[in-house]
């Protein structure tokens, strides 16, 4: 992990090299919403045709007055922000937090974070504020209800949303950001608990470009690879795309495991002999275990997996597109949640299939 650390440093530093070299330029990298940059397929030539907004270059001094560093908000602190915000603050970041139950900002203020009063608060201290929560209706609420981050907004800041919500929403939050004056970056992260606290969680970013060279050096500490994708949206449908598939392979799992354990085979045989073969994932060999012993502590609670089933289906709706195995899957999850199941891990869907 120290390794991971220590190269993530480097990339970012090599980034920032580069990008002071970079011509004002346009390239077709930026007129192909889906080309991809990653971490892991970093190189000099990517980067030297970064185009950059003069506007909005600004100083990154942190209230701490070291300016090597930028001073680092965070909203939201659950499974995944608290996770987050503990690695931000483990690699010498001034952090100040938030979340909607205070009770949570107090281990990360013993470990050296500040609190705030409000996401507003954070916002108005920080130079780049993130924010980790649970669904659309929860960033609308952070972004732009009373004491929202917007008010505390303004040129020279940046908000990078990292909560897994829809493309439109994700607009809106942008449009009310970038009225105040202060850009914004989408960044939803494939990975769990485990990536989060690891830093190895895969940034999906879309937005302001500016904000994502000057937040890669955060993505680089949080997680293993980042992909810039364009415009604000597709961070936001990579990520629903993603979960659209991870929640109906996990419903056909649960299905397996229900089938052959009814017919007599031993779910811990099926588990291994899946680990062995083609269909072989880490998800599967991960979760199998606890499923068959029916220990469901969350890493990713159901409900989101619901939610963002939810938001695919919408997604596909709108384009029209059939995806009959995600809405299948998505009524097993709602079965789960009726049940009670919300906040136990995902793999909790067994339940459904199980009583059926
Ligand atoms: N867990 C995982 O494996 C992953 C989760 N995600 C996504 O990340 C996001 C967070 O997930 P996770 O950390 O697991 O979720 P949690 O349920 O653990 O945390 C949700 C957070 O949202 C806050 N929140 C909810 N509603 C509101 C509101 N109306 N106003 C203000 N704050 C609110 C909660 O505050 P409070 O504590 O006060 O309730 C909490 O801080 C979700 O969008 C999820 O889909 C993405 C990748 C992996
Ligand atoms: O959104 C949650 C994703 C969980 C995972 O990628 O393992």
């Given at each position: 992990?120290q390794?991971?650390?220590?190269?993530?440093a480097?990339?970012?530093?090599?980034?920032q090299?580069?990008n002071?070299?970079?011509?004002s330029?346009s390239?077709?990298?930026?007129?192909?919403?889906?080309?991809?940059?990653?971490?892991?397929?970093?190189?000099p030539?990517?980067?030297?045709?970064?185009?950059?907004?003069?506007?909005i270059r600004?100083?990154?001094?942190?209230?701490?007055?070291?300016?090597?560093?930028?001073?680092?908000?965070?909203?939201?602190?659950g499974?995944?922000?608290?996770?987050?915000?503990?690695?931000?603050?483990?690699?010498?970041?001034?952090?100040?937090v938030?979340?909607?139950?205070?009770?949570?900002?107090?281990p990360l203020?013993s470990?050296?974070?500040?609190?705030?009063a409000?996401?507003?608060?954070?916002?108005?201290?920080?130079?780049?504020?993130?924010?980790?929560?649970?669904?659309?209706?929860?960033a609308?609420?952070?972004?732009?209800?009373k004491?929202?981050?917007?008010?505390?907004?303004?040129?020279?800041?940046g908000?990078?949303?990292?909560?897994?919500?829809?493309?439109?929403?994700?607009?809106?939050?942008?449009?009310?950001?970038k009225?105040?004056?202060?850009?914004?970056?989408?960044?939803?992260?494939?990975?769990?608990?485990?990536p989060?606290?690891?830093?190895t969680?895969?940034?999906?970013?879309?937005?302001?470009?500016?904000?994502?060279?000057?937040?890669?050096?955060?993505?680089?500490?949080m997680?293993?690879s980042?992909?810039?994708?364009?415009?604000?949206?597709?961070g936001?449908?990579?990520?629903?795309?993603?979960?659209?598939?991870?929640?109906?392979m996990?419903?056909?799992?649960?299905e397996?495991?229900v089938?052959?354990?009814?017919?007599?085979?031993?779910?811990?045989?099926i588990v291994?002999?899946?680990?062995?073969?083609?269909?072989?994932?880490?998800?599967?060999s991960m979760?199998?275990?606890?499923m068959?012993?029916?220990?469901?502590?969350?890493a990713?609670?159901?409900?989101?997996?619901?939610?963002?089933l939810?938001l695919?289906?919408?997604?596909?709706?709108?384009?029209?597109?059939?995806?009959?195995?995600?809405?299948s899957?998505?009524?097993l999850?709602?079965?789960a949640?009726?049940?009670?199941?919300g906040?136990?891990?995902?793999?909790?869907?067994?339940?459904?299939?199980?009583?059926?």
């Open positions: 992990m390794h991971v650390a220590r190269m993530s480097c990339r970012g530093a090599m980034a090299q580069l002071q070299l970079a011509p330029c390239s077709s990298l930026f007129t192909n919403p889906f080309r991809i940059q990653s971490v892991r397929s970093f190189s030539s990517l980067h030297v045709v970064a185009c950059r907004r003069s506007s600004c100083s990154s001094s942190s209230h701490s007055g070291d300016s090597e560093k930028p001073a680092v908000g965070f909203l939201g602190l499974i995944m922000g608290t996770a987050m915000a503990t690695n931000l603050i483990r690699a010498g970041y001034n952090v100040s938030w979340n909607r139950n205070p009770s949570k900002c107090e203020i470990q050296g974070a500040s609190g705030g409000s996401p507003a608060d954070i916002a108005s201290q920080c130079n780049i504020t993130f924010a980790m929560l649970a669904d659309p209706a929860a609308l609420e952070v972004a732009s209800g004491g929202g981050v917007i008010h505390g907004l303004g040129p020279c800041k908000y990078v949303d990292v909560s897994t919500v829809d493309g439109e929403t994700s607009k809106t939050i942008s449009g009310l950001v009225a105040t004056g202060a850009s914004f970056l989408e960044a939803p992260v494939s990975g769990s608990k485990k989060a606290e690891d830093g969680l895969i940034f999906l970013t879309a937005g302001d470009k500016q904000l994502y060279e000057q937040a890669a050096p955060l993505l680089d500490i997680g293993k980042r992909f810039y994708l364009g415009e604000v949206g597709n936001a449908a990579m990520k629903l795309i993603v979960n659209m598939i991870m929640g109906s996990m419903a056909s799992f649960s397996g495991l089938l052959g354990n009814k017919i007599g085979l031993d779910p811990n045989t291994e002999v899946i680990s062995q073969g083609a269909i072989s994932a880490p998800m599967f979760k199998g275990p606890s068959v012993n029916k220990k469901f502590s969350p990713f609670p159901l409900k989101h997996q619901q939610k963002d939810r695919a289906l919408q997604l596909a709706e709108a384009v029209s597109q059939s995806v009959p195995v995600a809405a899957a998505n009524e999850y709602k079965v949640k009726c049940k009670g199941l906040d136990q891990d995902f793999s909790a869907v067994i339940e459904a299939i199980i009583s059926k």
